[in-house]
């Protein structure tokens, strides 16, 4: 089993609509999570973090923590075109020194 | 502005040289990361340093090499050693901490001529 593990896409929705982006990771250690958004030919970008049981949200974006399933989620409300890339996710506070992250799910939002 | 700051943007490498990545951060981070990440991959770790003078092998550290002389910068060479080299390379920090995220610089696009 890979450590962390999403569903590479391309997930595809209309300009409006909320995209839901899953991750499930192995480390039950995990104490922190992170989701970067990553678009084409640059780098990661830090776009929410999430410590705890539930949902945390920031602006259009929620992420939810399940750690009895091990399980995290990123939804983006009013998905915009701009919003088109890829989201990488990353579980912390494990035994190794590093973040590990998963291959990502690219998110296309069509106008 | 605080950062991380990676140079060159592009690179390019000739058969047998080895090459050397520049990172650089301001942030007073204790660690330092370098990852790669092929087309269409995730990011796979080559080398982390936790404090100065001191760094560990990640996932792929074969053909690779590091420095860590100051708090500030983490250089990488890539070797002759490494046969497949074309890659987007990243340099992260953050403090020594995994509950901490990284930050990124805006990465290295390494070309063999």
């Known amino acids: 089993q890979k450590e962390v593990e999403q569903n590479s896409g391309p997930l595809s929705v209309p300009e409006g609509a909320i995209a839901s982006l899953n991750c499930t990771y192995s480390?039950?250690?995990?104490?922190?999570f992170f989701w970067y958004r990553q678009y084409s030919g640059k780098s990661p970008e830090l776009i929410m973090f999430?410590?705890?049981?539930g949902d945390k949200e920031d602006g259009r974006f929620t992420a939810q923590l399940n750690k009895a399933s091990q399980y995290v989620s990123l939804l983006i409300r009013d998905s915009q075109p701009s919003d088109s890339a890829t989201y990488l996710c990353?579980?912390?506070?494990?035994?190794?020194?590093?973040?590990?992250f998963g291959s990502g799910t690219r998110l296309q939002v069509q106008p | 502005d605080g950062g991380i700051t990676q140079s060159p943007k592009y690179l390019f490498r000739k058969e047998g040289q080895n090459v050397t990545l520049s990172c650089e951060q301001n942030?007073?981070?204790?660690?330092m990361y370098w990852y790669r990440q092929d087309p269409g991959q995730g990011l796979r770790l080559i080398y982390y340093?936790?404090?100065?003078?001191?760094?560990q092998k990640g996932d792929i550290a074969e053909g690779y090499s590091v420095s860590r002389e100051k708090k500030e910068s983490f250089p990488l060479t890539v070797t002759s050693a490494q046969k497949n080299p074309t890659a987007f390379y990243l340099c992260?920090?953050?403090?020594?901490?995994?509950?901490?995220?990284?930050?990124f610089g805006d990465g290295t696009r390494l070309s063999i001529l």
């Open positions: 992260a920090s953050n403090e020594a901490n995994s509950n901490q995220p990284q930050h």
């Open positions: 480390d039950r250690g995990s104490q922190s």
């Open positions: 999430i410590y705890s049981n």
């Open positions: 340093s936790q404090i100065v003078n001191d760094f």
């Open positions: 942030l007073n981070h204790d660690a």
């Open positions: 990353a579980p912390g506070g494990t035994g190794r020194r590093a973040l590990t």
